[in-house]
């Protein structure tokens, strides 16, 4: 059950080491151009991705700050994609 609660985590750092890498690879400038387009498409998905979740983290960051402290906590549901 731990692992499904830090899967978003994880995919976070997954997706963001991957755009990493295509960055690094990118502007090494020896991609032909239409590998470069590829992993241009690629990056733009993957750094959607990693917006999305860092959204939905300062969403569940907000609403655990902006309760007081006789509010019960409410379970987070992300929206869907």
Avoid: H, W, Y
């Amino acid at each position: 059950m731990t692992r499904k609660k830090n899967a978003p985590l994880a995919d976070f750092e997954a997706s963001l080491a991957e755009l990493e890498n295509l960055v690094t690879l990118m502007d090494s400038g020896e991609l032909p151009l239409e590998a470069a387009l590829k992993n241009f498409e690629q990056g733009v998905l993957l750094a959607r991705s990693c917006q999305t979740a860092l959204q939905q983290a300062e969403q569940r960051v907000q609403i655990l700050v902006g309760q007081g402290a006789n509010s019960v906590l409410a379970a987070f549901e992300p929206e869907p994609e």
